[in-house]
Each structure stands twice: as structure tokens, then as C-alpha cells.
């Protein structure tokens, strides 16, 4: 059975649901999950695979899973692995400021599957000016653009993948 690593970077909880739910699908279609913060994540030996997420803020993920995705380089293209994102909300959201058009062109250079933008939400305990006036200057039935429906059939199409290929094989010392 291969064993999936959901590893993720939230700022304010939202991606961190995100992966929850993509690691309990995963797990809901055979496969054996684990879901960690990126910044926790000290080795990828144990993982056939890797599902790997962050929040984006103008543009840039969060620094956790940056670090994962450059100090793990080697380990992720040697595995499947997907990248998901997680941002955008408001009534017109701009998506081109949650694609992080470098970290995705560094995870394609490794290998990646494949990339998928979600829809975010607004911090639930805004800090700061410039998250307390989002909070304030959004609808409420826009404060929250999470499709959970979208989220479960984009792990099902990994677990499908997985399902459909010989798991990865670890070496131990």
C-alpha cells in the first residue's frame, strides 16, 4: 500500500483544512495517510507519495513549504508528488495572485503531476489593518470560496493514479 504524505503551510488554518480533507479522501480510497505542517516534515523516506500545499499571499507561498519543496528537491522527484495552492476569495477573485508561477515551474523541473489553485478564506482572527479591513470590505457569502466538492474529486484522481501504479519503494541503511 503506498503511504501519501499531506504536508501543508497555513498562515491562518484554511489550507490547513484543505489538506485535512485531502488526506482523509486519500485515506477513504485505500490509501495509508499522514498530515503534517511542511515545517515538521524532516524526511520523505517513509512516503511513496506526496501531496504538497500552502496558502499563497501575493503570489508566493509560504515559506515552510518553499523550504520543503527546495530542501526535499531530490527526495520529490524521485516519488509522485502534486502541488495544490490555497487563496483566493472575495466576489471577483483575481487567481493570477494565488499561482505561484516560480514554485510551480520548480516543482514541474522535478516532476511534479500537477498543480491546482482553491479557493481560500478570509482569516478567521484577522490581525493587523490590512486583514481587518478584508474582513470588514467582504461579503460574508464570499468569505469563504473552499469548493469541498472540488477538493475530494481532485484527491480521488490521486488516489486513482496511486491506486493504478506499483508504490514507490523506499531504501533503509
Known sequence: MTRV????ASKHGGTAE???AIAQELGSQGLQTDCRPAGDVKSLDDYGAVVLGSAVYMKRWQPDARKLLRKH???????????FSSGPFGEHPD???AE???TVAAADRL??????????RLPLDPSGFVEKAMVRNTPD???????????RSWAQQIARSLNATPAHT???S
Open 111 to 120: 516532476g511534479a503531476r500537477g498543480h491546482v489553485v482553491f479557493g481560500g
Open 18 to 20: 484543505i489538506a485535512e
Open 95 to 97: 487567481l493570477s495572485w
Open 170 to 172: 523506499t531504501m533503509s
Open 141 to 151: 457569502e464570499v468569505s469563504d470560496l473552499r469548493d469541498w466538492d472540488e477538493i
Open 100 to 102: 505561484p508561477a516560480r
Open 73 to 83: 528537491a531530490d527526495e520529490l522527484a524521485g516519488r509522485p508528488f502534486w502541488l
Open 5 to 8: 504524505l499531506v504536508t501543508y
